[in-house]
């Protein structure tokens, strides 16, 4: 079956029907702060319950029946906007087929960081690798609480070849210039990167450099994708 065509946006030329897509992207507020953590723990909880429900391909309707707690209550609690009794936990997690203690486990999890010195990352290779070409991963968080995996590379391009790697996968990436020139190819679309100069698109379609103009060649890159289940 035949893929579509990965929709490309120019930042600086949007059109209408482009506008509200990126005005969405801009609504999180990055300086906002949780509530103190004791407030957290509701919030855990009720993610939780949700989403131990929608595994279970029921609605809260049916959750209400099977444990004879009030829609409203059930309401508040996935919202997070109540304490829930040890009871009405106890009642849920029957109903769910989960230990009470699964409901914790949000608010249990560590927030994690990787620090990486410079010119410590590690160095690895990736399908295609050629000689010359030099791939570091910057960073890897298992099991975060955002359900995505990141992985940020050091791409280094030293030396010339004959034919480049094509790459296919699932998931977002992000391109970022630091040195030399290199004609990057993301679909039927080629693009001239220089230092400064960026690339977001859909990794399903294939891409990856087409000619290496000027070397060396360092970007970073920065994939993202679905955290799967039971990482």
């Known amino acids: 079956m035949a893929k579509s065509k990965a929709k490309e946006i120019d930042i600086g030329r949007t059109t209408d029907d482009e506008r509200p897509a990126l005005k969405a992207a801009f609504l999180q507020d990055p300086h906002a702060l949780r509530e103190p953590k004791e407030n957290n723990l509701e919030i855990a909880i009720g993610?939780?319950?949700?989403?131990?429900?929608?595994?279970?391909?029921?609605?809260?309707?049916?959750?209400?029946?099977?444990?004879?707690?009030?829609?409203?209550?059930?309401?508040?609690?996935?919202?997070?906007?109540?304490?829930?009794?040890?009871?009405?936990?106890?009642?849920?997690?029957?109903?769910?087929?989960?230990?009470?203690t699964a409901f914790f486990r949000r608010y249990e999890e560590p927030r994690n960081a990787v620090f990486v010195k410079a010119g410590e990352g590690v160095e690895l290779e990736r399908r295609g690798t050629r000689a010359g070409h030099q791939y570091n991963l910057l960073g890897h968080i298992d099991n975060n609480t955002a359900g995505v995996v990141v992985e940020p590379y050091l791409i280094t391009l030293s030396a010339n070849s004959d034919t480049f790697p094509a790459f296919q996968h699932e998931g977002m990436e992000f391109l970022y210039m630091l040195e030399g020139e290199v004609v990057y190819r993301h679909g039927d679309r080629l693009f001239t990167m220089q230092p400064g100069d960026s690339l977001f698109f859909d990794a399903d379609a294939r891409h990856g450099p087409e000619e290496l103009v000027k070397l060396p060649i360092r970007y970073l890159s920065i994939i993202s994708y679905p955290q799967k289940q039971g990482m």
Do not use: C, Y
Request: proline share 4%; glycine share 10%.
């Open 47 to 100: 993610h939780e319950v949700r989403a131990f429900r929608k595994k279970l391909g029921i609605t809260v309707t049916d959750l209400a029946t099977a444990t004879g707690i009030s829609l409203g209550m059930l309401s508040k609690i996935e919202n997070g906007n109540i304490s829930p009794s040890l009871t009405t936990l106890q009642s849920l997690s029957r109903a769910l087929g989960v230990p009470v």
